[in-house]
């Protein structure tokens, strides 16, 4: 059934494709365009990946089956001409797509459909289908109203399919108007720089002391890192890499997921890969150890058993002592960032 929704809804995007069958040949550059989509959606629909990563071979055919169809929807104006009638009749109808659209929107519900709040697996189908197939009776309700329509007004004549195609299209624009909007609004009070707020992915002064730490620490030097949680959606996440990106170096424990066996747990696990706990625990213990409780013990087990000879600390995680200090050198600090030296043995 998702399936069968997703590619009506890539029918709904692309829909000036169908244009292209009225061409006895397109031109190469066309059919180029077709074989980067048609390959794009293959490879997102025959492969899968843990972390979604499969949606990239669609997005990255996007533009090209977009230009593609909008030659698709030049082919079914009437003798192929675009007058400023027929623009605007195009754009009233893509806004119509977008107002249906959002009406829709607004008879439903604001949470996500899951079978706990819907109550049964046949209720959550009639949640997730029900829109759709509102969406695809007013595309109905309209191309009739149309071909009626063609009989009484000559300025429809020619133009029904086209008109269809702008009003599936208007469905398919209504989720980057609604961005846009956000963005316009956020700017409106926040500025126009770095609009889009989320949770924080690096955490203030990461980047300048990682930089400060690769350039005064050798490549083969090895850093523990207290930072191992990454907020996602409010939650905690092992997907934590910032410490080793800024500073170029190889971290004991940082973050784990995306890798080939956190993978591997996360089927075992029927988990996702970035909810997967660390499977070498007293690795992980003794490295976090050091931070939450450090004494000349723990922290001399991370310099003579692991070859560790920096700390890098997010001082913002809830992991680290007030103590740290006295049994390391402190090098760097900069926000919430700061370095250690770890002394000799």
């Known amino acids: 059934m998702l399936l069968v929704l997703l590619l009506c809804c890539w029918a709904c995007i692309w829909a000036g494709l169908a244009g292209l069958l009225r061409r006895r040949l397109p031109e190469p550059a066309v059919v180029t365009m077709i074989g980067i989509g048609v390959a794009g959606a293959g490879a997102t629909l025959l492969t899968g990946q843990s972390g979604d990563s499969q949606r990239f071979f669609i997005e990255a055919a996007r533009p090209y089956l977009s230009v593609a169809a909008i030659v698709g929807l030049w082919s079914l104006l009437p003798a192929g001409r675009f007058t400023a009638r027929r623009a605007w009749a195009l754009i009233g109808f893509v806004a119509l797509g977008v107002v249906v659209t959002q009406v829709i929107q607004a008879g439903g519900s604001d949470h996500l459909p899951t079978v706990g709040n819907t109550g049964s697996y046949a209720a959550l189908t009639r949640a997730v289908v029900l829109p759709y197939a509102a969406l695809a009776a007013v595309a109905v309700a309209v191309t009739a109203a149309l071909m009626l329509a063609r009989r009484r007004v000559p300025a429809v004549r020619g133009m029904v399919v086209a008109l269809v ?44 002391a990682g930089r400060w730490l690769r350039d005064h620490s050798d490549p083969d030097d090895l850093v523990a890192t207290n930072a191992h949680c990454q907020r996602w959606n409010k939650e905690c996440t092992n997907l934590h890499f910032s410490m080793s990106a800024y500073s170029e170096r190889r971290m004991l424990v940082e973050g784990w997921g995306f890798t080939t066996t956190a993978h591997a747990e996360a089927a075992r696990l029927g988990t996702w890969v970035g909810h997967v706990p660390y499977w070498r625990h007293e690795i992980l213990a003794d490295n976090d150890a050091a931070f939450r409780d450090p004494s000349p013990q723990r922290v001399g087990l991370l310099r003579d058993r692991y070859g560790i000879r920096w700390l890098f600390v997010d001082e913002s995680q809830d992991n680290v002592s007030p103590r740290l200090p006295e049994f390391a050198t402190e090098r760097y600090r900069s926000g919430v960032a700061a370095v250690y030296e770890l002394p000799s043995a």
């Open 165 to 208: 195609v702008a009003l599936l299209a208007g469905y398919g624009s209504n989720a980057s108007l609604q961005n846009y909007v956000t963005i316009l609004r956020d700017s409106t009070h926040a500025g126009w720089k770095n609009v889009v707020k989320g949770d924080e992915i690096v955490a203030d002064g990461v980047l300048e």
